[in-house]
């Protein structure tokens, strides 16, 4: 590498070959600047830090993944989330109580949502009940405070609502409990009433 010492604006000297003296050697003052240039003439980069591909990386065999119990697909296991919950294999209303859940869930009402029997919650707003074209069955479209949720309101091309991106959430009405559920405060509000 070629190393310049500046004072202000103008170079001091050229650190060039000095192989084994001391940076003291060359009578560094308070702010001098040393500049590193990596492009000398016989400068060869040994790694290509830009290209990944050229980056040794380990991947960890699948099995020896499943086995672990400090990973994201352990906690998923744990608290019923995504394919491993019991929201896919919820059983479906019968005709009767579609009437009582439709009086129970109103279009525009703050609800709460149950994600997994371990209690975990999520708030929101309800912005669209009825059946879908992406799975049989009655279905609760949630507009969530937070970007919890996996779509937009639409699945497969379909708007059933409409809200901003990951904020959005098709649930099980069983799972959907309406209420006076105040919105969620993201920090920067809390911030602001300090």
């Not at 060869?44 to 980056?55: A, E, G, M, P, T």
């Not at 995504?82 to 479906?92: E, I, N, S, T």
């Not at 937009?152 to 708007?159: K, L, M, R, T």
């Amino acid at each position: 590498m070629a190393i310049s010492l500046y004072r202000g604006d103008s170079q001091i000297s050229s650190l060039d070959g000095a192989d084994g003296k001391m940076l003291g050697y060359f009578g560094i003052q308070d702010y001098d600047v040393l500049q590193v240039d990596g492009n000398k003439a016989n400068f060869q980069r040994i790694v290509d830090f830009d290209d990944l591909n050229k980056v040794e990386k380990y991947e960890m065999p699948e099995d020896e993944y499943e086995k672990r119990k400090d990973t994201v697909l352990d906690f998923k296991k744990q608290h019923h989330i995504g394919r491993f919950g019991d929201l896919k294999h919820a059983p479906l209303p019968s005709e009767e109580s579609i009437q009582d859940i439709q009086k129970k869930i109103i279009l525009n009402s703050r609800c709460q949502v149950k994600i997994s029997d371990s209690g975990l919650l999520r708030r929101g707003s309800v912005r669209f009940l009825g059946n879908t074209e992406f799975a049989s069955g009655l279905w609760v479209g949630i507009e969530y405070d937070e970007p919890l949720g996996k779509n937009n309101g639409s699945i497969d091309g379909v708007f059933y609502f409409k809200c901003p991106e990951n904020y959005g959430s098709f649930v099980r009405p069983q799972f959907v409990e309406c209420g006076d559920f105040p919105e969620e405060l993201e920090i920067s509000d809390l911030d602001e009433e300090l």
